[in-house]
Nanobody
Framework: VQLQASGGGLVQPGGSLRLSCAVS????????IGWFRQAPGKEREGVSS????????VYADSVQGRFTISRDNDKNTMYLQMNRLSTEDTAVYYC????????????????WGRGTQVTVSS
């Protein structure tokens, strides 16, 4: 089982990035998925999640209206489109998956990617 996150990098404030998380070892179809981030000196925080059953999405207040979580079950991949990035979005971003949505919300998911660095700086 592997979750491979990619798409991070250096971007200027106001710019955009799209993170991808390719999943291997299980089918993503029925899983709840989530994106988390951890900035230096801060605790890991939930950014967004999407339920496996009904596709309902949830966003942290800090990213609402700027970030979009999605999934492509055919490609077994999840995404996080990030727009209007600010320096406060600088962090390592992690993807996660679990059959139980509550575990995503509690950041206790069974499967985690290694993380991809996003740096927003001019």
């Amino acid at each position: 089982v592997q979750l491979q996150a990619s798409g991070g990098g250096l971007v200027q404030p106001g710019g955009s990035l799209r993170l991808s998380c390719a999943v291997s070892g299980f089918r993503l179809d029925s899983y709840a998925i989530g994106w988390f981030r951890q900035a230096p000196g801060k605790e890991r925080e939930g950014v967004s999640s999407i339920a496996g059953s009904d596709g309902i999405t949830v966003y942290a207040d800090s990213v609402q209206g700027r970030f979009t979580i999605s999934r492509d079950n055919d490609k077994n991949t999840m995404y996080l489109q990030m727009n209007r990035l600010s320096t406060e979005d600088t962090a390592v971003y992690y993807c996660a998956a679990d059959l139980i949505l509550q575990k995503i919300k509690q950041a206790t998911a069974e499967y985690w990617g290694r993380g991809t660095q996003v740096t927003v700086s001019s």
